[in-house]
C-alpha cells in the first residue's frame, strides 16, 4: 500500500522555539494512526504544522502528502486537496452562520477540484445525509458557527465538516477533549462511520479512552518533539498501565 | 468673511424672510455660532477632528441643481430630492395625516406647522455647526405626523451634492402614536460641503425609524446632525452607515424626556484611503424609567482614521433608566486608527448602564479555522468581516433597508 503521508527528520518551532525535534512517520493510504503523548510534547504543533498554519515554521525535514511537498501549499490548497484538520478547541465564528459557513467551505473545496459548485438544494441534501447520525439539529445549523455549542455539539460539528469535505487525510486534534462517554461515542461512531480504504486519519489523543472507540492501526507515542514509540494497538494498553514516565524519559535520553 | 455679514448680506434672499420670529431666529443662530467660530481642537468634543479643511468653503452656497437625479433606493418609497441642498423633485402624493415638503415651502407657505418647533432640538452652545446651519440653511425636509397616523410606505430623502457648501435643515414632527420610516440618503460627486441638521420631536408613543446612508463623494466633508427628543413610550431606531466622504462627523444628540421612551442608535462606518469619520452621540437620561441602546461597528484599512465618542448621561431622578453602549472596530492596516471615548455620567443610583469599547486585527484563529476548511483567504477575510458587521446590521427592523445597507457594505467589501 502506498503512503499518503511521509513525514522525515521534521523540526518545527513556533516563536523560535523549537517543539518538534525530527519527526519521522509514515501513514499508508487507508490506515489509521494514534498518537498519543502528554501535554507539551508536540502533538498539536504536527497538527498545525500538517495544516499549514502561519507561525509555526519547519525548520528542517519534510513532509510530503500524496508524493508532493506539503509545504508548497497554502492552507485553503491542502484541504482541498484532502487534508482535515479536527480542531481540539473548535473556532466560535458569532455572525456566520453554520449552514453558511459549511456550504461556503463545501464550495470552496469542489471549485478548487474543478467540479462544479452544489446549489443549494443539492447542498441541503448532502447535509441532511450527515446531521441525522450526528444529533446534528437545525437550531445549530442556524447559530453563528460553534457560537452557544457545547463541547459535544462543538466536535460533533467538526465530524459534520469531515463528513462534507471527504477529505483523504484526517488530523483529529484530541476530539475526545471535553466530551462524556456518551458524547465520546457519538463523536467516534461518526468517525468509525468516516473509515475507509481511501481514507487515513491521525488521530491525536492524550488518553487512551478513545482508542477503544477508534481502534487504530498503529499507535506512536510523541515525547519531547520526537516519536518515542511506535508499535500497535496495543501500546496503547501498555501505556495506560505504566504512564507516559518509561516513554518520556527515553525520549530525553535518547 | 463673517457670518454676520455674510448672513446681513443674505438675509433679504433667505425662504421666509418676511417672518420675524424666523428673522430672529437666524440672527440668534449666527451669534451662537459668532460667540465660538469653528471649533478647533482644544474643544473637548472636537479634539480627534479637524475642520481646517472647511475652513474657507462655509460660504460657498449657491450652486445649481443637478439634473441627473439616480432612481430610488427603495420602491414604492415617498421621496424628496435636493440638489446641493435645495428641493428638486418634490413628493408624490400622501396620505392623509401626512405632510411631507420642502423647508422653504413650509416658510413660505406653511409657517404655522414649524414655527412653534425649528431650532428648539438643536441648540445650545455646545452645537455651533448647527447654528451655522441655521443661520444659512435655504432648505430641507419637513415630516410632519398627525397623531396616530402610520405611514406604511418607507419616506426617502435623496441629498445629491456636487459643489459649493449646503446646510439642509430638517424637522420631523411626530404626533402621539404616529410611526414612519424615513431613510435620508447622502450622495454625490466632486468637492464640496454638506453640513445638515434634523431635528426630531417624537410625541408619546410615537415610533420612527430614521436610516442615514451616507455615500458622500470622495473628496467631499460632511457634518450632520440629528437632535432628538423622545416624549414617554416614543421610539426612535437610528442607524447611521457611513461609507463616503473625506472628513465626515455625524453627531447625535438624543434627549429621553419620558418614561418608556426608547432611543436604538446603531452605525457601521467602513473606512479607507485617508478618509476620517466621527460619529460623535450625547444620550440624555432626563427622566426615568427609559431606555437607550447604541451599537457601532467599523472597518478601517489604509490609513483610515474613525472616532468614536458618546457620552450617555443619567440625571439624578432618572432612576430605573437603561443605558448601553458599545463601539468595535476592525483594523485593517498598521496606519488606520480609531479613538474610542465611551463615557458614562451616572447621577441616579438605581440604573443599568455599559459601555465598552475594542479594537483589533481580523481574528487570526477564526481565519485559520475557515482556510483550513478549503476557504480561500481573501474569501475567509470578507466572510469574517461581513459577520462582524452583520451583528450591527441585524439591529435594523426594516427588512428591505436592511437589505439595501448589506448590499451596500457588500460593496465596499469587494471593492
Given at each position: 500500500m502506498s503512503n499518503i503521508l511521509e513525514i522525515k527528520g521534521l523540526h518545527a518551532e513556533v516563536d523560535g522555539t523549537e517543539i518538534l525535534k525530527g519527526i519521522d512517520l509514515s501513514i499508508g493510504t487507508g490506515e489509521v494512526h494514534a498518537i498519543m503523548g502528554p501535554n507539551g510534547s508536540g502533538k498539536s504543533t504536527l497538527s498545525y504544522v500538517i495544516s499549514g498554519r502561519d507561525g509555526y515554521?519547519?525548520?528542517?525535514?519534510?513532509?510530503?502528502?500524496?508524493?508532493?511537498?506539503?509545504t508548497e501549499l497554502t492552507i485553503e490548497e491542502r484541504a482541498a486537496q484532502g487534508i482535515f484538520l479536527g480542531f481540539q478547541y473548535p473556532v466560535e465564528l458569532p455572525g456566520v452562520s453554520s449552514t453558511t459557513f459549511l456550504k461556503t467551505a463545501v464550495n470552496a473545496v469542489r471549485r478548487q477540484r474543478g467540479e462544479d459548485e452544489l446549489d443549494a438544494v443539492q447542498f441541503m441534501k448532502r447535509l441532511r445525509q450527515h446531521t441525522a447520525s450526528l444529533n446534528i439539529n437545525d437550531d445549530m445549523l442556524r447559530r453563528g458557527v460553534n457560537v452557544g455549542f457545547s463541547g459535544g455539539e462543538k466536535k460533533r460539528n467538526e465530524i459534520l465538516q469531515?463528513?462534507?469535505?471527504?477529505?483523504?487525510?484526517?488530523?483529529?486534534?484530541?476530539?475526545?477533549?471535553?466530551?462524556?462517554?456518551?458524547?465520546?461515542?457519538?463523536?467516534?461512531?461518526?468517525?468509525?462511520?468516516?473509515?475507509?480504504?481511501?481514507?487515513?486519519?491521525?488521530?491525536?489523543?492524550?488518553?487512551?479512552?478513545?482508542?477503544?472507540?477508534?481502534?487504530?492501526?498503529?499507535?506512536?507515542?510523541?515525547?519531547?518533539?520526537?516519536?518515542?514509540?511506535?508499535?500497535?494497538?496495543?501500546?496503547?494498553?501498555?501505556?495506560?498501565?505504566?504512564?507516559?514516565?518509561?516513554?518520556?524519559?527515553?525520549?530525553?535520553?535518547? | 468673511m463673517s457670518?454676520?455679514?455674510?448672513?446681513?448680506?443674505?438675509?433679504?434672499?433667505?425662504?421666509?424672510?418676511?417672518?420675524?420670529?424666523?428673522?430672529?431666529?437666524?440672527?440668534?443662530?449666527?451669534?451662537?455660532?459668532?460667540?465660538?467660530?469653528?471649533?478647533?481642537?482644544?474643544?473637548?468634543?472636537?479634539?480627534?477632528?479637524?475642520?481646517?479643511?472647511?475652513?474657507?468653503?462655509?460660504?460657498?452656497?449657491?450652486?445649481?441643481?443637478?439634473?441627473?437625479?439616480?432612481?430610488p433606493l427603495l420602491a414604492n418609497s415617498h421621496r424628496l430630492v435636493f440638489t446641493n441642498g435645495i428641493l428638486h423633485l418634490d413628493a408624490t402624493e400622501l396620505p392623509q395625516g401626512v405632510r411631507l415638503l420642502g423647508m422653504a415651502q413650509a416658510m413660505a407657505g406653511a409657517p404655522d406647522l414649524i414655527a412653534e418647533s425649528l431650532g428648539q432640538v438643536a441648540t445650545g452652545q455646545k452645537l455651533p455647526l448647527p447654528a451655522l446651519n441655521q443661520a444659512l440653511s435655504q432648505d430641507g425636509y419637513v415630516l410632519a405626523l398627525d397623531a396616530g397616523i402610520v405611514v406604511e410606505q418607507p419616506i426617502e430623502i435623496l441629498f445629491l451634492s456636487d459643489q459649493g457648501a449646503s446646510y439642509p435643515r430638517n424637522l420631523v414632527l411626530a404626533g402621539a402614536g404616529?410611526?414612519?420610516?424615513?431613510?435620508?440618503?447622502?450622495?454625490?460627486?466632486?468637492?464640496?460641503f454638506l453640513n445638515a441638521v434634523t431635528e426630531i420631536q417624537a410625541a408619546a408613543g410615537a415610533h420612527l425609524r430614521r436610516y442615514k446612508i451616507q455615500q458622500e463623494a470622495n473628496g467631499a466633508s460632511h457634518v450632520g446632525t440629528l437632535a432628538g427628543q423622545l416624549d414617554g413610550d416614543a421610539k426612535l431606531e437610528n442607524f447611521d452607515l457611513n461609507l463616503g466622504g473625506q472628513l465626515v462627523r455625524s453627531e447625535i444628540h438624543m434627549a429621553l424626556q419620558g418614561a418608556g421612551a426608547d432611543a436604538t442608535l446603531n452605525g457601521i462606518y467602513l473606512l479607507r484611503g485617508k478618509q476620517h469619520c466621527d460619529n460623535a452621540i450625547w444620550v440624555d437620561h432626563a427622566v426615568g424609567g427609559n431606555t437607550s441602546h447604541q451599537d457601532y461597528r467599523g472597518?478601517?484599512?489604509?490609513?483610515?482614521?474613525?472616532?468614536?465618542?458618546?457620552?450617555?448621561?443619567?440625571?439624578?431622578?432618572?432612576?430605573?433608566?437603561?443605558?448601553?453602549?458599545?463601539?468595535?472596530?476592525?483594523?485593517?492596516?498598521?496606519?488606520?486608527?480609531?479613538?474610542?471615548?465611551?463615557?458614562?455620567?451616572?447621577?441616579?443610583?438605581?440604573?443599568?448602564?455599559?459601555?465598552?469599547?475594542?479594537?483589533?486585527?481580523?481574528?487570526?484563529?477564526?481565519?485559520?479555522?475557515?482556510?483550513?476548511?478549503?476557504?480561500?483567504?481573501?474569501?475567509?477575510?470578507?466572510?469574517?468581516?461581513?459577520?462582524?458587521?452583520?451583528?450591527?446590521?441585524?439591529?435594523?427592523?426594516?427588512?428591505?433597508?436592511?437589505?439595501?445597507?448589506?448590499?451596500?457594505?457588500?460593496d465596499w467589501m469587494a471593492s
Open positions: 515554521d519547519i525548520t528542517a525535514g519534510s513532509i510530503s502528502y500524496q508524493g508532493r511537498d506539503l469531515m463528513a462534507l469535505l471527504e477529505p483523504y487525510f484526517a488530523v483529529l486534534d484530541e476530539t475526545d477533549s471535553g466530551l462524556d462517554i456518551d458524547a465520546l461515542k457519538v463523536v467516534a461512531d461518526g468517525v468509525n462511520a468516516l473509515r475507509g480504504p481511501t481514507r487515513s486519519m491521525l488521530v491525536i489523543t492524550h488518553y487512551q479512552r478513545l482508542l477503544d472507540y477508534i481502534v487504530p492501526d498503529y499507535v506512536h507515542v510523541l515525547a519531547h518533539g520526537r516519536i518515542a514509540r511506535s508499535g500497535g494497538k496495543e501500546l496503547a494498553l501498555e501505556l495506560e498501565e505504566k504512564g507516559y514516565g518509561a516513554f518520556v524519559d527515553g525520549a530525553e535520553a535518547a | 457670518l454676520r455679514a455674510y448672513q446681513e448680506e443674505m438675509a433679504g434672499e433667505l425662504p421666509g424672510a418676511g417672518l420675524p420670529w424666523l428673522a430672529a431666529l437666524r440672527t440668534a443662530a449666527a451669534a451662537r455660532f459668532e460667540a465660538t467660530g469653528l471649533p478647533d481642537r482644544k474643544v473637548e468634543a472636537w479634539r480627534y477632528t479637524s475642520l481646517k479643511p472647511i475652513q474657507d468653503h462655509l460660504f460657498t452656497i449657491g450652486a445649481g441643481k443637478i439634473d441627473d437625479v439616480p432612481p404616529a410611526r414612519a420610516t424615513v431613510v435620508e440618503h447622502y450622495l454625490g460627486t466632486g468637492n464640496y472597518i478601517l484599512d489604509n490609513k483610515a482614521h474613525a472616532v468614536f465618542q458618546g457620552k450617555i448621561t443619567v440625571r439624578r431622578d432618572a432612576q430605573g433608566i437603561e443605558g448601553h453602549q458599545l463601539n468595535k472596530t476592525l483594523l485593517l492596516s498598521d496606519q488606520a486608527e480609531i479613538d474610542s471615548k465611551p463615557e458614562l455620567e451616572i447621577l441616579a443610583d438605581d440604573v443599568k448602564c455599559s459601555h465598552g469599547a475594542t479594537a483589533g486585527e481580523l481574528d487570526e484563529t477564526g481565519l485559520f479555522y475557515l482556510r483550513s476548511r478549503g476557504i480561500p483567504e481573501a474569501e475567509a477575510r470578507q466572510l469574517l468581516m461581513t459577520a462582524f458587521a452583520a451583528q450591527t446590521l441585524d439591529k435594523i427592523s426594516d427588512k428591505a433597508v436592511r437589505g439595501i445597507m448589506d448590499g451596500l457594505v457588500a
